[in-house]
């Protein structure tokens, strides 16, 4: 692994402002390597991971976010799930659960009809239950990038572009969108999308943003708007797992007591709770409205 950009681990804005258009990169290093331990994955859904990460923080540049923003792949089969988070302050994590043994395709469309792509937005509100949105998307494309292009074309009828990449420890992405209500110029659009084209994995990967735009818009006066620091990061807590264990009901949560125990490991970031026997009945008789949703935001 050589010449890593300086903007590792960052997410950059910018605008294209002759050509009317909008966009945003990503490229992640260590925060990867945190959501890769995880694993090991093999090849092809560990690629599908990095760029799912790679993804959910490339969209809260473009949305408004102030919780969490995440992508989700569902499907029936050996690929059950694919799950990637960003918040607003940045961090990252993933996971995927697969059956061992299968071979996973690295076209999506292998995955069958009934596979979807869920992109959910959660902001927190004064109230008990975030405000939430999700689009859905079925997989008709090949590539996670496809159907990304497929999202934003039918849910935000805006012409969208997006490169994922997963290589030699890094992912990065790039994403650029036109201008809602501003045309640029009569080619502005039509030219940034053929440019886009000819940008190459190993360049996305390599080159620092300002090196990147300069090189590949140099007609569109790019302007970087503006850049935040991305690493791994779990919302998992012991104050969550007990909502969790308590939401299971008495005779699950104490069925989940064994050798005096209940052992609970975060998927996300390995980290282990324990709970003894009392720990657990003393969850089950809290009352039910003073314990917090497992899905509020933190």
Excluded at 162 to 179: C, H, I, P, R, S
Aim: charged share 25%; proline share 6%.
């Amino acid at each position: 692994m050589t010449d890593l950009p300086p903007d590792s681990d960052r997410l950059s804005r910018f605008l294209l402002q002759t050509a009317g258009v909008r966009g945003v990169r990503v490229h992640l290093r260590d925060a990867w390597a945190e959501v890769r331990r995880n694993g090991p994955y093999p090849p092809a859904i560990e690629e599908l991971l990095g760029e799912a990460c790679v993804a959910s923080a490339l969209f809260t540049g473009h949305a408004k976010v102030d919780g969490r923003l995440s992508v989700q792949l569902r499907a029936p089969g050996p690929l059950r799930t694919l799950f990637a988070e960003c918040t607003a302050a940045g961090t990252i994590r993933g996971i995927a659960r697969y059956d061992e043994g299968t071979d996973v395709s690295r076209d999506l469309r292998a995955l069958g009809d009934e596979a979807l792509l869920a992109i959910t937005i959660e902001n927190p509100t004064p109230h008990r239950e975030p405000n939430r949105y999700q689009g859905l998307v079925g997989l008709t494309a090949e590539s996670l990038s496809g159907a990304f292009e497929d999202y934003f074309r039918q849910s935000e009828q805006l012409p969208t572009r997006v490169l994922l990449t997963v290589e030699d420890g890094e992912a990065a992405g790039l994403m650029l969108q036109k201008l809602p209500g501003d045309d640029g110029d009569d080619d502005g659009w039509n030219r940034a999308s053929l440019l886009f084209d000819t940008l190459s994995t190993s360049e996305l990967l390599r080159w620092p943003t300002e090196t990147l735009l300069s090189r590949l818009f140099p007609e569109d006066a790019p302007q970087l708007l503006g850049e935040r620091p991305l690493a791994f990061g779990c919302s998992c807590s012991r104050a969550r797992v007990e909502d969790m264990l308590a939401s299971l009901g008495a005779e699950e949560a104490r069925a989940a007591v064994v050798d005096g125990e209940a052992r609970v490991t975060c998927e996300f970031c390995g980290r282990n709770y324990s709970f003894t026997g009392e720990d657990v009945e003393r969850l089950l008789e809290t009352p039910a409205a003073d314990v917090e949703a497992s899905e509020r935001l933190q």
